[in-house]
Structures are given as C-alpha cells and as structure tokens.
C-alpha cells in the first residue's frame, strides 16, 4: 500500500500548507557521545630543518651551510612559530597524531638542540598518546646520543638517507664513500631501539649498472631495515670535479628497468609499497602522508618552505631564511603564497593526494566528503581500469603494482580539474626572490569557521 504525503501530518507538499515548524536538521538521530562532540580532532605538523653539516651538489633542496649563530636564531623563531600556532583554538581543537621532521638534515642540530626542540614542539602542541613522528637524518649526522633524543622525545621512525652501499657510487655523488659506516649505522639505530628504519636509495647515478643497484638492495635487505625508498638521480649537467669527470648515469630504459627491477625484488621479499617509489614491511608505513593525504587531515607548516593544509587553504610558507625569522620573530604566521580549495576541489585533492597511498576507500570517502567516487570519476576510473594502472572492487581503487607505482604521478593528475591541467608543481625555491610574507592573509587561522561562530554565539 502506497502512502501518500497527505496521511503524514509532519509533512505536506505544496499547495497544501506544511504546520510542522522547521527547527532542526538533519531530523534523524542516533546516541552521541559527549567525547564525539568535544574530543579533539587529528592534526598532524611537517618541521622543516634548513641545515646541512655537508652540502651536496646532487641535492634540490633550500638549505644552509650550519652555522652556529644562524642556528641558534633559526631555532628561536621556529618555537615562536610552534608557540602562534599552539596559542590559536583551531589549533588547540585539535590533537597532533603524525608528524614529519624534514630538511636539509634534521639531524645536523646537535643533540641538546634537537632536545629542547622537541620538548617545545611536542610540549607546546596537544600531542595523541603516541603520536606517529618520522625524522630524517643521515649515516654522518647521527650519533648514539642523538638517537637516544629521538627516541625519549617520542619520535619512533627515522629515515636514513644511504643513496647507495656501492664505494664508488657514492664518491660520484659527493657523499663520503665508506659503505661500512653507512652499515653500521643502521646497526647503531637498531641498538639504541628503532624498530621502524626508512632508508633512501637512489638508481641512475652516475656509473652505476643494474647489478651494483641489485647489491644496494640486497645490502639493505639484510640489514632488516623496514621500509625502502628509492629515488631516480637528478642528473646536473654531467657534473665535473677538479679531480675528475663523472662516469655517464645509465640510460633512461635501464633506469626505468631498474625501478621495476626494485618493485619485484622488495615485493617477493615480504614488502608493501605505497607512493609508488616506497616499500614497507606490513604494518611499517608511516602514517605522515598515507593519513594526511587520504584522510585530509589538516597539517601545521613550520619553518621556511614548509607546506600545510589548514582551514580550507593548501599554503606554504616565506622560503627565504632571513625573512622568515623576522617575520615570525614580529608574530606573525610565515604565510607566503596558497589558495583556498574549493568543496570541489577537495574532493579532486583527496583522490590526487590520496591514490599515492595506494588505494583509496570508497566508504571513507563518502564519509568525509558525502559523495561516491567511484561514480563521481567514472569515465577517469574506468580508463585507468583499462589502462591497467589500478582495480576497482566494491571496496574502492587499489594502485596495480608494479605497473601502477611506475605511473602513480599519471594516476594522480588523471584527477586534476581542468584549471591545473599541466600546470607545475610549485617549489618554494622558484619564487623566493618575490613573494612577500603578507601575500596570505591571516584570517585563513584566525577567522572561525561557521561552525566556530554558532558555538561562540
């Protein structure tokens, strides 16, 4: 038997008049919970390092020479910057539960530094019970009472940047060339107590064949670390020493080979990947970008060229050094350049962002952004089907590995609106010669949500 909307006395379709007086919405209800309406909601933070104890040439990143007093006014205006973002009640709404400490080398602070660093940092901040915290370091930087720090300060990952375990390849990267030291490196970590140990290779360098790359990876897969990540080397122009010229890097098919190569290897030896270029043992990914990413959990930028995601706006901050301490030194947020994203865009962010993880699940993202997008990006979902890049159950997509990994960044843009369609990715170093620090304005955290306003009225 069909009801009709006139048996219904809360409810009557023009041009009957409806009597029920609309208070509320939505009108269906179900139990909650007081910790549901005012428990803190994840964060996560990105601390940016900008120092190094030895500059190498093969390296794209803003960073410095340390220098002692540099350091010392750099660390002063990075607790100010923790300490403005601590003090704000978006912020103290939220709990931290990952974070990332990245450079540069984080570890070229010494080890007081990096202590009283992060006493203020995880002191300052609402941190989870045990939040997820990665750092970056290097095999000369750390030392057994630098990694004891790390750890009684809560930071459970570290990522060690090896490049290779092959004498001579390291010496044509520039990097001290004693592969024992990179090895017992990883056994001081282990020693002191990490159990969860990232370290980056790199393949294409110069000189280097495809059987010195199978023993950088059978190396590292001895030494139990893990997690692996492997970068293609940017190549600088044939790079010339005053002691000698450089061997040729491999060519680009015997550096794609190698890529696929590393995907079976690590694979058949019992790891996972994820981002494409990164293979962990099951239950070692690190949470900082698998959970920020696919998820959309917002993260606090700290520290030149750090990027966030807050409030609806994607931003970054001042790269330059020097205007970045007196920026924050003045009070203010380092904001230089972002853009506010759309309820659309954020959907097409979290698929971007969100297949470097691997997959991504259907339900949760109708949970987070109340649409299906399975049948939101069917004709992109379905090419890629086709193409054999990923599969699609009932569940949501998964990255076809190792296929798949090798085209994860196609994967990504197959997602893009057409107003970034090949348009770059931005890198703080390539205009730091004219943002300003104000191009941003601050109502982007002080400015309450509409959601804020209600309860504040």
Avoid at 146 to 159: C, E, F, H, N, Q
Avoid at 252 to 259: G, K, L, P, S, T
Wanted: proline share 6%; with cysteine; glycine share 6%.
């Amino acid at each position: 038997m069909s009801i009709t909307t006139t048996s219904m006395p809360f409810w009557k379709e023009y041009p009957e008049r409806d009597n029920e007086w609309v208070r509320q919405y939505p009108t269906k209800h179900v139990p909650v919970a007081e910790e549901e309406v005012f428990g803190r909601k994840p964060m996560g933070a990105y601390v940016h390092i900008p120092f190094c104890n030895r500059l190498c040439f093969s390296c794209p990143y803003i960073k410095h020479q340390t220098d002692r007093d540099l350091t010392r006014t750099y660390l002063d205006a990075l607790k100010a910057e923790i300490t403005n973002y601590a003090n704000r009640p978006y912020v103290q709404d939220h709990e931290i539960t990952l974070g990332y400490i990245g450079g540069g080398t984080p570890t070229a602070l010494t080890a007081p530094q990096l202590d009283d660093l992060l006493d203020h940092l995880f002191g300052s901040l609402h941190m989870a019970a045990d939040p997820d915290f990665s750092i970056e370091t290097t095999p000369v930087d750390i030392t057994e009472r630098k990694a004891r720090v790390l750890l009684d300060r809560g930071v459970r990952r570290i990522s060690l940047g090896v490049q290779t375990f092959v004498a001579e390849e390291l010496k044509n990267l520039g990097r001290p060339n004693d592969p024992e030291m990179l090895k017992n490196s990883i056994r001081l970590l282990r020693k002191c107590g990490f159990e969860n140990i990232n370290i980056d290779l790199m393949h294409g360098i110069n000189g280097q064949t495809m059987e010195s790359w199978e023993y950088s990876l059978d190396v590292a897969i001895e030494l139990g670390v893990t997690c692996v990540s492997f970068y293609t080397y940017m190549e600088f122009a044939q790079v010339s020493t005053k002691r000698r010229k450089l061997p040729p890097v491999p060519e680009r098919a015997v550096v794609d080979d190698m890529f696929l190569f590393a995907a079976d290897k690590l694979t058949r030896h019992g790891f996972l990947g994820y981002y494409g270029d990164c293979f962990a043992k099951p239950g070692y990914q690190p949470k900082y970008g698998e959970t920020s990413w696919s998820e959309d959990v917002p993260i606090i930028p700290l520290g030149p060229t750090a990027t966030g995601h807050l409030r609806d706006y994607w931003y970054f901050n001042e790269p330059d050094i020097g205007r970045y301490i007196q920026t924050v030194m003045d009070g203010r947020l380092p904001i230089a350049m972002g853009k506010h994203i759309t309820k659309p865009e954020a959907i097409r962010r979290s698929m971007v962002l969100g297949v470097k993880a691997g997959r991504v699940d259907r339900e949760t993202f109708r949970r987070l952004h109340g649409v299906d997008f399975v049948e939101m990006f069917r004709a992109e979902i379905d090419d890629l089907v086709d193409k054999e890049l990923i599969t699609l159950d009932d569940k949501g997509i998964e990255v076809t590995g190792p296929k798949g990994w090798y085209y994860l960044d196609n994967i990504s843009k197959a997602f893009y609106s057409q107003e970034y369609r090949r348009y770059p990715q931005h890198l703080g170093a390539d205009i730091s010669n004219f943002i300003s620090s104000s191009s941003l304005p601050l109502e982007i955290i002080t400015r309450p949500s509409a959601e804020e306003a209600c309860h504040d009225h």
